[in-house]
């Protein structure tokens, strides 16, 4: 294929506006709803608060957050650790 081929894909397909929906988002927030019994109900009532046909306020995604526990020995531990590659760099 030409380079001439190449280019005019290219523009057809950021011409697309159904290519991809992020290219159409002109502004992502992120939000913190307070917790129901469940991370489903949270969900669900935010969605029926912010998308319904009637109010159209937002398309929403959901994104996974993994838990970040961090323990007083998890700590101790990695102390420990970066106590010992210092030594170690100190002797190098």
Same mark, same amino acid.
């Given at each position: 294929?030409?380079? &001439?081929? /190449?280019?005019? $894909?290219? /523009?057809?397909? +950021?011409? +697309?506006?159904? =290519?991809? $929906? %992020?290219?159409?988002?002109?502004?992502?927030? %992120?939000?913190?709803?307070?917790? +129901?019994?469940t991370p489903v109900a949270t969900w669900d009532?935010?969605?029926?608060?912010?998308?319904?046909?009637? /109010?159209?306020?937002?398309?929403?995604?959901?994104? =996974?957050?993994? +838990?970040? &526990?961090?323990?007083?020995?998890?700590?101790?531990?990695?102390?420990?650790?970066?106590? %010992?590659?210092?030594?170690?760099?100190?002797?190098?």
């Open positions: 294929m030409s380079a &001439k081929g /190449k280019g005019s $894909q290219k /523009k057809k397909r +950021d011409a +697309d506006p159904s =290519h991809g $929906q %992020l290219a159409q988002v002109t502004e992502v927030w %992120l939000i913190c709803a307070p917790g +129901d019994n009532a935010v969605n029926q608060a912010t998308s319904k046909p009637s /109010k159209s306020l937002s398309t929403n995604f959901k994104f =996974h957050i993994p +838990d970040l &526990k961090v323990t007083f020995t998890s700590l101790i531990v990695k102390a420990a650790y970066l106590q %010992l590659k210092y030594v170690y760099l100190e002797k190098s």
